[in-house]
């Protein structure tokens, strides 16, 4: 049979590439470039080059059961009653909210919704996903002061600014296609670019004015530039004037932080800063872009209130050119969030306590009621799964044992509950701890909608067949739901079939239909309220979506990390990804020609701290923190600030990073903790 | 104007796509290579050239290495496995292949030219660091990036006067 090629949407980061599997009867054999893609026009990251994980020996063929001799095969019949029994059981034994389910933002839109309508017909709201350890604060803290958590323009929309910030984000690594098809074409045109973080990193080394900052002090340096913008009148008075609230409170709180103030908590000169503020008041059209470096601390939220403020009083909202908000991470963690897979959150953003949307969404599903308390987050999932009080976790395509910070109470918490199921594409770490483990097919194995960073919805098609028996998750969230008796609520059988009921149950989906999707090269981004709509690239354009309709300034105070260094820990802890491995390393792990480029974790240390410990390259050492210790490759690098470590988590490091939350989104602080390091050897 | 290979290390992010790609068309072997200079802040990408008056072509006693019209081919059934051509290219490109005894070299993706698509390293790259374009796109595009530079300045000055 001759080869064919199918159209799909890269499973890896937010940027949403679009490209063609090349299979031979139903396997995979390699990819093709689809040039005309608006996306990424053809480009591909490296991830994207090698996906031959598909056809790793490793995947899952089978249910797996576990036994005291191990894993042994079951059939799907009898894997589904289990679990339906199993989860019927703990719900009557211990009520509805002793159950969490943990939604993945790698799978599609269809099966996120399901997923999370699955929980909430059960009766409870703990249904999460990662997006609580990478982009809550921004979802929460985007949302107080405009009114939409997501990013407020396109791609296309940084590629025309004029000035462009990147803080505490590294997209020449995480979203290669969008630095090079965005940001340096705008920087190739003439636009500055500014970068601020602890690492000076490959997005750095593009960079105009490049800010190190310590870990954990962007609120000091964001404050003192809005300082300076003020104290020199550099603000976007129409602007301010016209679409801002609170900005009389901002002067109070910002006028302590000098830039001298900045300097001495973050350690970048006030030289520097007010060098970058200069380049950034220079335009009116500016596009300022933040990642994990900004949520993943305990101020993550608050960092979210003071970089949005700070694009505010630059004018950058509401018009071509202009784009604030966090770079997503993952294929569909827009998505998995628009879908309602969060604890708070019901489909569209509607938050469970509130009554009046909750009771039209239970009219939809027809049923009398939704439960209205906000749900466990998945940090708090496994702390009450170790503190006993969740008896049962469902775990869809997510890692956590990897993925978490202090992961070692992760475990516990799997270890404690009575049932737990994983359903995934391989024997993950988090699977190995399960009771039932069920065989997913991989993305190209089936069909659905993902949302990228940009809101864009794009339609990914079905190109292989899964191996063995795996199943598509959207089939086996509905024969789930059949066997716990709530088969009226999931009468589908087709992934459109529930992009439908999508388009009448989330207002800003209503036009994004399954046919017009299918039909349409690079997707629609919204909102889309109407099948005629073309789609809403820039929001906020007249009024922010605001209760007042304006930017509501809430200004904020910095705070030190939970955890600083002291006499026994001397060093900051910080950590970052790397260009060829992707999250927990499940799929590039598999994919022989990544992995051999990036085969290991690589801790990068500054030469002066490391001739302080008598480091050299190639050194192992152990990074001790109070949580744990983590062996790893030493690798001499400048590219990092004096006593600051960073190491790369993809193979295993969050055991010993802090999981201290931000009140406000249950975000852990990753990105920062105490440590020391010994050398081993 | 012939399309030909270009490489552009001031666009290059180190994401080794391109090394990727090139592996994934060639049965498993890449003949891009990029190289991380990080004291310079730099990232290399580096390949075969294709030179009009290539010294491996000139080298080769059997013929084996040609330059046709596109660029710089292996013909395997010719090679002797002499090696003259690795000592010859001031580049490094060349490679011997133990398995078949033979040079093995970029060759541009031939098989996928035959389809009119361009080599997979130009086509994947996703800053434009590699790009197989014709020498009046190279040029013109350098000149655009210039022009639209000075034009900035040209605006910057003029507000400034005005204010």
Known sequence: ?681 | MVKTLYVDPKLCIHCKACEVACEREHDGINFVEVYLVEEVEASIPYTCRHCENAPCVTVCPTKALYKSDRGVFVNYVRCIGCKQCIVACPFGIPKFLDKFKVIVKCDLCRHRLAKNLPPACASTCPTGAISYVEEVEVTRTKREAEISKIIESVKAAKTLLRT
């Not at chain 1, 049979?1 to 890269?10: A, G, R, Y």
């Not at chain 1, 939409?148 to 590629?159: K, N, P, Q, R, Y």
């Not at chain 1, 483990?437 to 899964?466: C, D, H, Y």
């Not at chain 1, 006593?643 to 802090?658: D, L, Y």
Request: glycine share 8%; aromatic share 8%; charged share 20%.
């Open chain 1, 1 to 681: 049979m001759s080869e064919k090629l199918t159209p799909v949407i890269c499973p890896y980061c937010g940027v949403g590439c679009g490209f063609f599997i090349k299979s031979r009867n139903g396997k995979y054999v390699g990819i093709e470039y689809n040039y005309e893609h608006p996306v990424n026009k053809g480009s591909l990251c490296p991830k994207a080059n090698d996906l031959s994980f598909l056809n790793s020996p490793d995947r899952l063929r089978k249910p797996l059961k576990k036994t005291e001799n191990g894993f042994v095969e079951i059939s799907w019949r009898d894997a589904v009653k289990e679990v339906a029994s199993r989860i019927k059981e703990v719900v009557k034994t211990y009520g509805p909210d002793s159950v969490a389910f943990m939604a993945s933002a790698k799978c599609f839109n269809e099966e996120n919704y399901l997923l999370q309508k699955l929980a909430r017909v059960l009766g409870t709201n703990n249904v999460d996903h990662c997006a609580r350890l990478c982009h809550a604060p921004t979802l929460i803290g985007m949302g107080r002061v405009t009114g939409v958590g997501a990013l407020t323009a396109t791609f296309e929309d940084i590629g025309n600014s004029e000035v462009i910030v990147i803080w505490g984000s590294n997209p020449a690594e995480t979203y290669p296609v969008l630095m090079g098809q965005y940001i340096l074409k705008a920087k190739s045109r003439g636009a500055k670019v500014i970068v601020v973080g602890p690492v000076k990193t490959r997005t750095a080394w593009f960079s105009d004015i490049f800010v190190p900052i310590r870990p954990g002090t962007d609120i000091a340096v964001a404050n003192a530039m809005m300082n300076i913008i003020i104290s020199e009148g550099l603000y976007d008075k129409e602007f301010v004037e016209r679409r801002v609230e609170g900005f009389d409170k901002l002067v109070e709180v910002v006028r302590k932080y000098t830039p001298e103030l900045a300097e001495s908590i973050s350690g970048a000169s006030a030289f520097i800063i007010r060098q970058a503020v200069y380049t950034m008041a220079s335009s009116r059209k500016g596009s300022l872009l933040w990642s994990m470096g900004v949520t993943q601390h305990i101020v993550g939220y608050r960092n979210v209130l003071a970089l949005a403020t700070l694009a505010a009083l630059l004018g950058w909202y509401g018009k071509p050119g202009t784009c604030v908000g966090g770079l997503r991470g993952q294929n569909n963690v827009q998505g998995a969030c628009d879908m309602g897979a969060l604890a708070e959150f019901l489909p569209g953003y509607v938050r469970v306590t509130d009554d009046v949307g909750r009771s039209r969404i239970a009219s939809l599903w027809g049923v009398n009621e939704l439960p209205s308390n906000v749900g466990l987050t998945v940090p708090c999932i496994f702390r009450e799964a170790e503190s006993g009080k969740i008896k049962a976790i469902y775990v869809m395509g997510e890692n956590p044992v990897v993925s978490e910070p202090n992961s070692t109470h992760v475990i516990e918490g799997l270890k404690k509950v009575e049932f737990l199921v994983v359903q995934d594409i391989f024997l993950t770490e988090t699977a190995e701890h399960a009771d039932i483990i069920l065989p997913a097919a991989a993305w190209a194995e089936k069909e659905g909608s993902f949302t990228n960073s940009e809101r864009r919805v794009q339609w990914s098609f079905k190109a292989l067949e899964p191996p063995g028996e795996a199943r598509p998750d959207l089939h086996i969230i509905v024969d789930l739901a059949k066997e716990l008796g709530l088969e009226r609520y999931f009468p589908y059988t087709t992934p459109e079939e529930v992009l439908l009921e999508i388009n009448k149950v989330i207002p800003s989906y209503a036009g994004i239909t399954p046919d017009r999707l299918k039909r349409t090269l690079g997707g629609i981004v919204w909102p889309c309220p109407t099948p005629e709509h073309n789609g809403t690239q820039v929001l906020h354009v007249d009024r922010f979506r605001t209760p007042t309709g304006k930017f509501m300034i809430i200004p904020v105070e910095h705070q030190p990390p939970a955890e600083v260094p002291d006499d026994e820990y001397p060093l900051i802890l910080t950590t970052h990804r790397v260009v060829g491995i992707y999250h927990t390393n499940t799929m590039t792990g598999r994919s022989a020609s990544v992995s051999k480029r990036w085969p290991e974790a690589e801790a990068l240390i500054n030469q002066s701290t490391a001739s302080r410990y008598g480091l050299k390259n190639g050194d192992v050492v152990k990074v001790v923190t109070r949580r744990g210790e983590y062996v790893v490759k030493v690798r001499i690098s400048n590219s990092v600030i004096d006593g600051v470590i960073s190491v790369p988590w993809h193979w295993g490091a969050n055991k010993v990073t802090n999981d201290a939350l931000d009140p406000e989104a249950s975000t852990p602080e990753a990105k920062v903790c105490a440590c020391k390091v010994v050398r081993l050897g």
